[in-house]
């Protein structure tokens, strides 16, 4: 009876795997798709200071506004894409919609912010991405580059040496570049030292019990404290609350981001904020 128990759980769970697989090749074509007919957008979601609440940044966050399922957000696309490598055609259109966006803000008058893009394994390890990246700039042909990226700590980990030498170039090129998601991954906090980064951004999970927790107070704290011994800034991601805020501010966190402050919004009013604080 056991047995016969364990089968049918056997065969259930194949059948619940062989669905997944099935729903994932049509999610593929379906990415392909889209790609095609350009159904992929950019939100930002604002970056603030933390000191003074001014926006002084930006983070592109991707959407699929899907014909008849309306927007679908990455937590439902982003992994079948990264395996598939459609990532890699649908971040260059993310890298030249920042860029034009970049464009239309300067010549509207309107004061830009340094917006970053978040790069995925495929992407890493294609070989086409020093060079998009370079003619993302060149096209924007800015002083002071206002493109930067960032990458999660396991994309790094997994990849060590080779993720290095990308950072390297990605930064010869005035780009800066973030730690993403910091505290999910295995790299210890001395460890930090050897990435080549300009920025660390302290993991939600972390900001989520920071104000009910002291211990997760005391680890945000080293963190914080260590990242500014190297001259790293910091970036507190998800703060949902003004309690939240305020210790991040007690422990001289940089940046902070959050549903808090700002959510993630569509372009026109991305641009709309920045213009009201240029004037306000
Ligand atoms: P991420 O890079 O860590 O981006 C931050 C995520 O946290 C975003 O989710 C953002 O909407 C969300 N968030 C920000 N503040 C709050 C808050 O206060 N509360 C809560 N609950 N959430 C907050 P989103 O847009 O769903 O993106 C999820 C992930 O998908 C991103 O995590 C990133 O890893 C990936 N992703 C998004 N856009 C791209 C892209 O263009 N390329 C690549 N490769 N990955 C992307
Ligand atoms: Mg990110
Ligand atoms: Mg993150
Ligand atoms: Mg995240």
């Not at 056991?2 to 999610?27: H, M, P, Q, S």
Request: glycine share 6%.
């Amino acid at each position: 009876e056991a047995k016969k128990g364990g089968r049918d759980r056997i065969r259930f769970y194949t059948r619940e795997v062989n669905e997944k697989i099935r729903e994932d090749i049509i999610l593929e074509s379906d990415l392909r798709k889209a790609l095609e007919d350009k159904e992929f957008i950019i939100q930002i979601q604002p970056l603030v200071q933390v000191t003074t609440g001014r926006i002084i940044g930006g983070e592109a966050l991707l959407r699929w506004n899907h014909k008849t399922k309306g927007r679908i957000s990455p937590a439902e696309f982003i992994s079948v894409a990264e395996d598939t490598g459609i990532i890699v055609p649908i971040g260059e259109r993310v890298f030249k919609e920042v860029c034009d966006f970049t464009k239309t803000l300067m010549n509207q008058g309107i004061l830009p912010v340094p917006v970053s893009v978040n790069l995925a394994v495929p992407q890493i390890l294609h070989s086409g991405l020093l060079d998009s990246i370079h003619s993302v700039l060149k096209e924007s042909d800015l002083e002071k580059p206002l493109l930067e990226v960032e990458i999660t700590e396991s994309v790094i980990m997994n990849n060590l040496d080779y993720a290095v030498t990308i950072m390297n170039n990605i930064r010869s090129m005035g780009v800066k570049v973030a730690l993403d998601d910091f505290g999910t991954g295995y790299s210890s906090l001395s460890y930090l030292k050897n990435l080549p980064i300009d920025k660390l951004k302290i993991d939600k999970s972390f900001i989520d019990d920071i104000v009910a927790s002291d211990s997760e107070q005391a680890i945000v704290k080293s963190v914080i404290d260590m990242a500014k011994s190297l001259g790293i800034e910091t970036v507190a991601e998800g703060i949902e609350m003004k309690e939240q805020w305020e210790i991040l501010r007690k422990y001289g966190c940089d940046v902070g981001q959050g549903y808090y402050m700002y959510r993630p919004m569509d372009l026109e009013d991305f641009r709309e904020v920045l213009e009201k604080q240029m004037n306000g």
